[in-house]
């Protein structure tokens, strides 16, 4: 196929995450009369695994740190090798290690805000130097890319001078069709079809709280025994979440799993999805929960409120709240039709707001900008 575009998608780490997923569903839903696209990694992980099981050139320049200069040569020699014509950069470690590059080849670059690197919680230090990086980014990117509209507002108010285009993640629902999904988890597990099965999967860090949902938990389980709690995913909370896991002995009602690739299997298997991250841009794992029908409680933080409606497609409790998050536990575990109605009205927001082949050609529509601009 002649004249199409050389697009590389870069990401800073092969594991999966939001960021990563989104990735994923981009390269499956683009449009490939137009776009010829090459993934840069700069780990590898199950998500490279899964690139190149589709067809998909992928390629991992390793480095875990942001900015890495000495990684610049390779980075040059890469783009010039693969003829890139386009970047769409993922997050912040992945635009800048390849932003100053870039600009020296002339080669245009979008840069989509998956969370900012600066955070409420980081020492006065480490928030303003990260704002500086994200300023010295978002100034030298073609276009910029917000997930959310908060996660826009955050950039205008810390910034100076910040602009972006809002384009919403988006969900394949096909993949994620609780029509077409049969869960095994429970077998697997021998998790009982009485049991109301609590589920988390998110990466195991601060940011996403699996140790305040165990605290929850455990609170709620007296007043509600017939609840079953599954974590899945890794990360470097692992360890102290298990330590507390062997402290309480409740080993038989807790379950810590490390991260698979059959996330619509293990959803369908859950009654209720559990996000309580102290901030987002605008959480993938939730819209996937929520595809599949699944009733939901997060947290009330930037991203996540632009998807739940309190009471009406999920619960929200306050961020950090071990006390209300152990309520919202037993008010959605005690209650079948709340949690039915929960999960219908959370699969059609998804179906009418976050669609992965929309989102998708709004990005199309986008690079299509950029490079027009450009030629001029």
């Not at 300023?135 to 997930?147: D, M």
């Not at 919202?328 to 927001?349: N, V």
């Amino acid at each position: 196929m002649a004249n199409r575009v050389r697009l590389l998608e870069c990401i800073r780490q092969g594991q999966i995450g939001g960021g990563e997923t989104h990735l994923l569903s981009l390269v499956e839903n683009i449009d490939k009369e137009r776009f010829d696209p090459v993934v840069l990694s700069f780990t590898e992980g199950p998500m490279v695994d899964r690139l190149r099981a589709m067809g998909i050139p992928t390629h991992v320049i390793y480095t875990e740190k942001p900015f890495d200069v000495s990684k610049r040569r390779e980075v040059r020699q890469f783009l010039e090798r693969h003829g890139v014509e386009l970047i769409h950069a993922h997050g912040t470690r992945a635009a800048s290690n390849v932003m100053h590059v870039a600009r020296q080849l002339k080669i245009p670059v979008v840069y989509t805000v998956h969370g900012w690197s600066f955070h409420s919680d980081q020492s006065f230090l480490v928030r303003n130097l990260r704002k500086m990086g994200e300023r010295y980014l978002t100034s030298r990117s073609s276009l910029n890319i917000s997930v959310s509209a908060s996660n826009k507002q955050t950039g205008v108010e810390a910034i100076r001078g910040f602009r972006s285009q809002v384009i919403n993640n988006g969900i394949d629902r096909n993949k994620f069709d609780p029509a077409s999904v049969s869960g095994r988890l429970r077998q697997e597990l021998g998790i009982a079809e009485n049991e109301v099965l609590i589920l988390f999967i998110a990466r195991f860090t601060a940011h996403k709280q699996p140790l305040t949902l165990m605290k929850a938990f455990k609170d709620a389980l007296p007043e509600m025994p017939d609840m079953r709690l599954v974590l899945v995913g890794d990360g470097d909370q692992k360890a102290e979440a298990q330590a507390l896991l062997e402290q309480w002995g409740l080993g038989r009602k807790i379950c810590l799993l490390p991260f698979r690739q059959d996330v619509p299997e293990v959803l369908a298997s859950a009654d209720v999805y559990v996000l309580p991250s102290l901030w987002e841009g605008l959480p993938i794992g939730l819209l996937e929960a929520m595809a599949m029908g699944k009733a939901v409680v997060a947290t009330n933080v930037d991203g996540t409120r632009e998807v739940v409606r309190d009471g009406e497609n999920g619960l929200m409790v306050g961020s950090g709240s071990v006390e209300q998050l152990a309520k919202a536990l037993i008010t959605i575990a005690k209650d079948g039709e709340l949690r039915g109605r929960l999960g219908r009205c959370a699969r059609e927001t998804v179906r009418s707001k976050f669609d992965a082949a929309a989102m998708t050609r709004e990005i199309e529509a986008a690079y299509t900008e950029v490079l027009k601009q450009k030629e001029n």
